[in-house]
């Protein structure tokens, strides 16, 4: 499942794509932590604030060897093959 962080600050916007929400609760926690305002959206529209990240990444896949092979840059593009029916 992919899952949108929506990310604010001083005017400036952005959306970033993760595939899994592991991965969308660990770039969202840094940006909120930097001082962003920042939620999560996942495929079907659920809106996930900063008090539920930690729910939402306890429910997510655990990584795979090979995710954690991938270097961070990358992440973002990454299509994770046990997604995959």
Do not use: C
């Not at 990310?7 to 940006?31: F, H």
């Not at 990584?63 to 046990?82: F, G, V, Y």
């Amino acid at each position: 499942m992919t899952f949108t962080i929506h990310s604010s600050k001083d005017g400036n916007v952005q959306q970033t794509l993760r595939i899994g929400s592991r991965a969308a609760v660990e770039r969202a926690l840094a940006l909120h932590d930097a001082g962003w305002h920042v939620y999560i959206t996942d495929a079907a529209g659920r809106q996930y604030q900063s008090e539920t990240f930690e729910t939402l990444a306890a429910h997510g896949p655990a990584l795979t060897i090979a995710d954690q092979m991938i270097p961070r840059a990358n992440l973002e593009t990454h299509i994770s093959r046990r997604e995959v029916p």
